[in-house]
């Protein structure tokens, strides 16, 4: 099974769904890095997954007028996090989650301290950073432009491992960046999204994924987080999804048709 899938849209969109968060497979090489036991193991992917968020983009991609563009993470982030920094420069290294874990969401140990991230950065970062690289490139040359969509979820009540746990937990919950998310976006997706709910700015979470090779340099990448509370599309931890699932493809099939 490949690590990631570049699905294409149409070829005159600029939109590209990112969704690297949503699977839970580990290859058996890297689980054995892994310390949980088996059912610790399946508590914590149900934990830390953002479940049934490639479900929601590929339903959103079928409603909208012009289809979008899609890379989805087929691994577990648990294996590496491709939206980590690998390097100093990432925040979450602090609680053992830079680009390779160490700790859980619980703050328990995941992998031993000492564990060398370089052979996953190499073998899964690397790669599915140049993925995305291209992707945007690609709507760039195709287009003029980029909009590249971060489709995530979080849990209703905060984890351990949250920095920033203590704030708002709107349904919604928007991330953006000082360059690449205009204002006019983020008004765009508190339109698309008014029917589920109020929606929020960077509270729990903040930022947007841009590939390090246009970040804060190219404006015609633009950029927007959509963080959506779990508790609005499935019973928690990690449920199947219900009925709000449909209504939030709904709402992000109007937010790709608006940009």
């Known amino acids: 099974m490949p690590s990631f899938e570049l699905l294409p849209g149409a070829p005159e969109s600029a939109v590209l769904l990112h969704v690297p968060h949503s699977a839970r497979a580990i290859p058996g090489d890297v689980r054995r890095g892994i310390v949980l036991d088996d059912a610790a193991l399946e508590r914590e992917l149900d ?15 079928g409603l909208s007028r012009l289809r979008p ?20 420069r990432e925040e979450m290294r602090a609680v053992g989650m830079g680009a390779v874990y160490t700790r859980t969401t619980h703050r328990e140990e995941l ?40 489709v995530h979820s979080y849990p209703a009540e905060a984890l351990p491992y949250e920095l920033h746990g203590d704030g708002p ?28 709910g109020p929606t929020g700015l960077d ?47 709904t709402a992000l099939a109007a937010l790709i048709d608006a940009v």
């Open 47 to 61: 934990h830390i997954t953002d479940a049934h968020t490639a479900e929601l983009a590929e339903r959103a991609a």
């Open 169 to 196: 937990r709107p349904p919604v919950c928007l991330g953006t960046d000082p360059f690449h998310t205009p204002p006019r976006l983020t008004d765009t997706a508190r339109a698309a999204f008014a029917g589920c």
């Open 111 to 150: 992998r031993p301290a000492d564990s060398d991230p370089e052979p996953l950065i190499e073998r899964y970062f690397r790669p599915y950073a140049a993925a995305m690289t291209r992707a945007v490139a690609g709507r760039l040359a195709a287009t003029g432009r980029a909009v590249v969509i971060d």
């Open 69 to 88: 563009w899609r890379l989805v993470n087929r691994l577990s982030r648990l294996v590496v996090d491709p939206e980590r920094f690998p390097d100093e």
């Open 203 to 249: 509270s729990p979470f903040s930022g947007t994924y841009v590939p390090l090779e246009y970040h804060g340099t190219e404006n015609r990448v633009e950029a927007l987080m959509i963080e959506i509370r779990r508790d609005t599309y499935l019973r928690e931890p990690g449920g199947p999804p219900g009925p709000g699932l449909h209504r939030l493809a």
